[in-house]
């Protein structure tokens, strides 16, 4: 089969750049942006129930997926509830209670926003049935989300003086790149390859049942967990650790440009070596990396400049290698379900985050760390040196299928 032309690369993957500027700001700037009309307290009760109900859907999501498999209608139902969402939760109401408020537009906010992500995914995912050529599609999904995430990390700043005001502007400036993009999208995307079948909703959890995909899944949470502890705690390093708060945003953007830029080479590295083995390598690039900000100190900008962009390198292969390794699963599998597998995936992908917060964040307090100062060597240890004893995990967890592997096959 030949190559999947770039015009369809660029279409399918187009999507990925407003859905990922819809998501930092939520995890990044929706706290500062309540915290002075909400207690840090009960806006805290409100994010973490949110978020769970954001990866307790995801599986639903795909089961659904996979019963009514029209993904052109499903993701145009999405976007429009995600798009008023999200500009109803960075707009403080004046006739309204703001608690309920933010309750109601960040659900609706929540529905949108995984509703597109699990049918997109799951939509490249039966574009081609070549292995590399799934790699391709998610590599440019993935880069277009790393610009989405770029833009969404400068523009509050660069807008506006203040960040509820940069907020609310940007707010008009996503409605512009979801209108765009989503057109390209839904245009531009051929249909995808059908099942032979529509699973019943009782099967969304058969996922579990090959036994690829249940091996999968440990070695995925703990990658998982090891890649989003430094993301919980990077502003607390930058800030107290290395004392350059006034450079975070530049660190913020060499990790994702690093990110981004690195896509062509996962993609070509997995098709020479294989898939499973080209991720074990950016795990490794990212446990050098982080061995290297655990003897950071104060001022020491050259050296985490650098330790951002090998770890932004690595960050490429983590988003565009696993939804590539599990649509080799599903090809396998002898009733393909690919709603319920990226369901699944995208419920354990959130599953992290909650994880790391709710791991990373107890310690610190446990070990006497505190914003602005307390135990430094603790923050560093949390935010270096247990990301890779997971990393570590998950690499040896994959490691015994290696000898068994093949190029783009995924024997986990």
């Not at 109900?53 to 993701?75: C, N, Q």
């Not at 960075?90 to 609706?108: Q, S």
């Not at 707010?171 to 699973?199: D, N």
Request: proline share 8%; charged share 10%.
């Amino acid at each position: 089969m030949s190559p999947l032309p770039r015009t369809r690369l660029l279409a399918y993957g187009g999507l990925g750049l407003p859905l990922a500027f819809a998501a930092l700001p939520l995890y990044v700037h929706l706290a500062p942006f309540y915290s002075g009309v909400i207690s840090l307290s009960l806006l805290g009760a409100i994010l973490l129930a949110l978020r769970f109900l954001d990866a307790a859907i995801d599986p639903l999501i795909g089961a659904l997926f996979d019963r009514f498999p029209h993904p052109r209608t499903l993701v145009a139902l999405s976007l429009p509830v995600l798009g008023l969402g999200w500009i109803g939760v960075f707009t403080l109401p004046e006739a309204w209670p703001v608690v309920p408020w933010l309750i109601v537009m960040l659900t609706l906010t929540t529905v949108g926003y995984s509703l597109a992500t699990v049918v997109h995914t799951s939509w490249g995912a039966r574009l081609s049935n070549v292995p590399h050529e799934r790699t391709r599609l998610f590599a440019a999904r993935e880069g277009f989300g790393l610009i989405g995430v770029v833009l969404a990390a400068a523009l509050p700043t660069v807008l506006a003086a203040t960040l509820a005001e940069g907020l609310a502007r940007m707010g008009w400036i996503f409605l512009g790149l979801l209108l765009v993009f989503a057109t390209l999208t839904l245009v531009a995307t051929p249909p995808m390859q059908r099942s032979a079948r529509s699973p019943g909703l009782r099967q969304m959890l058969r996922p579990l049942a090959n036994p690829a995909f249940a091996r999968f899944a440990p070695g995925y949470l703990l990658n998982g967990v090891a890649a989003a502890l430094p993301a919980t705690l990077v502003i607390f390093f930058i800030d107290d650790v290395l004392q350059l708060a006034s450079h975070s945003g530049l660190f913020l953007v060499i990790y994702f440009l690093s990110g981004a830029l690195g896509l062509p080479l996962w993609v070509r590295l997995a098709k020479r070596i294989g898939t499973l083995d080209a991720w074990l390598l950016s795990m490794a690039l990212s446990i050098a990396a982080f061995s290297g900000a655990f003897w950071l100190g104060a001022g020491d900008l050259v050296g985490y400049a650098l330790v951002c962009a090998a770890s932004g390198l690595a960050l490429g292969a983590d988003l565009a290698l696993p939804p590539a390794l599990v649509a080799d699963m599903i090809d396998a599998d002898p009733a393909p379900q690919p709603g319920a597998y990226y369901g699944l995936m995208s419920f354990f992908a959130k599953l992290t985050l909650a994880l790391a917060a709710g791991l990373a964040l107890p310690l610190l307090d446990f070990w006497g760390y505190a914003p602005g100062g307390g135990n430094l060597f603790a923050l560093s240890a949390t935010y270096a040196l247990l990301p890779i004893l997971m990393k570590l995990g998950a690499l040896a967890w994959f490691w015994r299928a290696r000898p068994i592997g093949h190029p783009g096959v995924a024997p986990c």
